[in-house]
């Protein structure tokens, strides 16, 4: 489910902060932002969807939660299904050139 993609994201992303970090995240009062509660970009809400790319990253990466990343799944099979259709209409445009062939 998108909430434990969320979950485990945040999770990892809080678990990657060194001790400076935290000191400079408590010091600048950014916990809320950076918590282990928020998930793929910072969101606060499992069912929300904002930043493609954040989620697509998150998918691909193989951490944590990332299978469970549908939104992330989605947009790869997105830009899978244009990718193959850009080649389908570079094929048809090509010309039909008997030298192609041999």
């Known amino acids: 489910s998108m909430e434990a993609a969320h979950r ?3 999770e990892t992303r ?3 902060l060194t001790d400076d970090d935290r ?3 408590e010091e600048r009062k950014w916990q809320r932002a950076l918590s282990s509660e928020r998930g793929v970009s910072g969101i606060r809400h499992s ?3 904002k930043c493609l790319h954040a989620h697509l990253a998150h998918f691909l990466s193989g951490e944590a939660g990332s299978a469970h990343n549908i939104v992330g799944k989605w947009t790869m099979q ?3 299904n244009l990718v193959l259709e850009r ?3 570079t094929q048809a445009n090509r010309p ?3 030298s192609d062939k041999i």
């Open 8 to 10: 485990a994201y945040g």
């Open 78 to 80: 997105e830009i899978n």
């Open 14 to 16: 809080w678990n990657l």
């Open 23 to 25: 000191s400079l995240m």
């Open 96 to 98: 039909n050139d008997a």
């Open 87 to 89: 080649e389908k209409q």
């Open 47 to 49: 069912r929300a969807v």
